[in-house]
């Protein structure tokens, strides 16, 4: 699926975002995550980084599906706006410190130092986008 023009612009070069996995037991796992986005195929995808393999990358491995939410940090006159996104993940070894270094460069600021440059290759988690949803110029 394509995100719309406003959808692109507020995850921009890298966001913040909330990631739900599913627990092996069936129960929600929520963490933050930084998210960029990947537009380079015929559609687009999400993609965080992570340098260990964290709880939320076993539980892409045991449970495909995921969720995003993505706050804007800009208010309107009701409610902040936000971009939910649902669809399925899956685990593509290696990559991390490379996206990392480029969300860190944008979220953090370009001296930031992150990551270490001993980090491991780590993960990346690549969503493919199934729905879109939330409270902006994204919902249709």
Same mark, same amino acid.
């Given at each position: 699926?394509?995100?719309? *023009?406003?959808?692109?612009?507020?995850?921009?070069?890298?966001?913040?975002?909330?990631?739900?996995?599913?627990?092996?037991?069936?129960?929600?796992?929520?963490?933050?995550?930084?998210?960029?986005?990947?537009?380079?195929?015929? $559609? $687009?995808?999400?993609?965080?980084?992570?340098?260990?393999?964290?709880?939320?990358?076993?539980?892409?491995?045991?449970? *495909?599906?995921?969720?995003?939410?993505?706050?804007?940090?800009?208010?309107?006159?009701?409610?902040?706006?936000?971009?939910?996104?649902?669809?399925?993940?899956?685990?593509?070894?290696?990559?991390?410190?490379?996206?990392?270094? $480029?969300?860190?460069?944008?979220?953090?600021?370009? *001296?930031?130092?992150?990551?270490?440059?001993?980090?491991?290759?780590?993960?990346?988690?690549?969503?493919?986008?199934?729905?879109?949803?939330?409270?902006?110029?994204?919902?249709?």
């Amino acid at each position: 699926m394509k995100l719309n *023009d406003a959808a692109r612009d507020l995850i921009g070069a890298g966001a913040d975002a909330t990631l739900v996995t599913i627990n092996p037991d069936g129960s929600p796992h929520v963490s933050v995550v930084w998210v960029a986005l990947d537009h380079t195929g015929a $559609d $687009d995808e999400l993609v965080t980084a992570h340098l260990s393999e964290h709880k939320k990358v076993r539980n892409v491995r045991g449970d *495909d599906r995921v969720a995003i939410t993505i706050v804007a940090t800009a208010v309107n006159k009701e409610l902040r706006p936000y971009l939910s996104i649902t669809g399925t993940a899956r685990i593509v070894d290696g990559g991390a410190p490379e996206l990392l270094g $480029d969300l860190a460069a944008v979220l953090l600021g370009p *001296d930031s130092g992150f990551p270490p440059a001993d980090a491991p290759p780590g993960y990346l988690t690549r969503i493919r986008i199934e729905k879109v949803g939330g409270v902006g110029p994204w919902v249709g």
